[in-house]
């Protein structure tokens, strides 16, 4: 099988790392990865912020932790924001779990196609992760809260611009165990005109 299609078909969500930090030869990979997704317009507006500091991570946590803690939910939440408030109430709760390097993607708020952009940003990177044999996990709280105030006076302090959003992040690692099977697929909708 096609090396590029093997990768596409066995990545999968990782959400238990090692402490062991990646390298930044990798580290330089997985950017140049994401810079090489495409963009409309070819704008290439997007903002990496890449986090590996384990303070500053735990300072985002407790954060988002006290935004799920002020998010009112009810049964027409986004499940995974009904399962991340319930989740963020555990003391061991970890956002981006527990994973060395967070990367953070945002764009200016303004641009109409920041988030495809950024979402295919994010998936290069992803990929490009486990073809160098790392684990990932999209991560999306800081989506969701990167406009409370505290969230967002941190993101600026680091080095996100003020116009901008988080369109989403990356968890990336060595993966802690290999236990985890891929979830089967669904079936999708497709039509095919010819």
């Known amino acids: 099988m096609n090396e590029t ?3 596409i ?4 969500s990782i959400r238990s790392y090692k402490e062991e930090q990646i390298s930044d030869s990798d580290l330089e990979l997985l950017i140049d990865a994401g810079i090489h997704a495409p963009t409309g317009g070819n704008s290439q507006s997007w903002n990496f912020t890449v986090i590996q500091n384990k303070e500053k991570l735990l ?3 407790r954060l988002v932790k006290e935004s799920f803690a002020e ?3 009810d049964e027409n939440t986004y499940r995974s924001k009904r399962a991340g408030k319930i989740s963020s109430q555990q003391e061991t709760y970890s956002f981006y779990y ?3 390097t967070l990367i953070l993607v945002s764009n200016a708020r303004e641009y109409s196609n920041a988030m495809a952009d950024c979402s295919a940003a994010i998936e290069n990177i992803m990929l490009a992760g486990k073809s160098l044999g790392l684990g990932s996990c999209w991560i999306n709280q800081l989506t969701w809260f990167c406009d409370e105030e505290k969230v967002r006076a941190t993101l600026t ?4 611009p003020e116009n901008y959003i988080v369109c989403g992040g990356v968890a990336l690692g060595y993966c802690a165990s290999n236990t985890d099977k891929l979830v089967p697929r669904k079936k999708a909708d497709v039509n095919i005109i010819r």
Do not use: S
Request: charged share 20%; proline share 5%.
């Open 9 to 12: 078909l066995t990545r999968k």
């Open 71 to 73: 998010l009112i939910v």
């Open 5 to 7: 299609i093997k990768t």
């Open 157 to 160: 302090h680091y080095g996100i």
């Open 98 to 100: 527990n994973a060395p």
């Open 59 to 61: 300072e985002l946590n």
